[in-house]
T-cell receptor, first 113, second 115 residues
């Protein structure tokens, strides 16, 4: 069974904390993505990576950074968490082919207080 | 870049009836793929169906079919014989040959199946 695993299902952090969200895939996918999901806004791309140590900004990268040191692992970092970063975060991975779907993790619901 | 528009925030359907969820897309890529995902209340994203821009026939997967009208840039999802378990959020997405095959999503449609 293919798997994308996010390290936490629920997280509560304080304003100003540095937050790490981890994602691991076991499918040898080239592409990995971090999305943010908010009601009425759908899924918005924060960052993606198409290879180890390679990253590209998505639509809403401000306040976030990423790290991909190994092919299977893609980390999202909130440098200084703020309340407007309270959201559901979804990690996904896919092969680098047009006609293949992305596989998603179970999501991390982050609350910043 | 690609843009997906889902104009129906919410839809209701009677159990056992068919329902169509609308999706229009805008892309400048000559080749692209269209996807539908289901997100139940538990939160996981479940891939349902795929349509390639050069596919001659509309995609079907069990009770799901994709009504692909390339000239109109629409990729509507049709669910036949709705079941209570179909109640969920449904997202349309596209990916093209530019931009590292990014997957762009619409805002989703919440489908409620009424017994």
């Amino acid at each position: 069974d293919v798997k994308v695993t996010q390290s936490s299902r629920y997280l509560v952090k304080r304003t100003g904390e540095k937050v790490f969200l981890e994602c691991v895939q076991d499918m040898d996918h080239e592409n990995m993505f971090w999305y943010r999901q908010d009601p009425g806004l759908g899924l918005r791309l924060i960052y993606f990576s198409y290879d180890v140590k390679m990253k590209e900004k998505g639509d809403i990268p401000e306040g976030y950074s990423v790290s991909r040191e190994k092919k299977e692992r893609f980390s999202l970092i909130l440098e200084s968490a703020s309340t407007n970063q309270t959201s559901m975060y979804l990690c996904a991975s896919s092969f680098d082919r047009l006609n293949t779907e992305a596989f998603f993790g179970q999501g991390t619901r982050l609350t910043v207080v | 870049a690609q843009k997906i528009t889902q104009t129906q925030p919410g839809m209701f359907v009677q159990e056992k009836e068919a329902v169509t969820l609308d999706c229009t897309y805008d892309t400048s890529d000559p080749s692209y793929g269209l996807f539908w995902y289901k997100q139940p209340s538990s939160g996981e994203m479940i891939f349902l169906i795929y349509q390639g821009s050069y596919d001659q026939q509309n995609a079907t997967e069990g009770r799901y079919s994709l009504n692909f009208q390339k000239a109109r840039k629409s990729a509507n999802l049709v669910i036949s014989a709705s079941q209570l378990g179909d109640s969920a959020m449904y997202f349309c997405a596209s990916r093209g040959i530019t931009g590292a095959n990014n997957l762009f999503f619409g805002t989703g449609t919440r489908l409620t199946v009424i017994p």
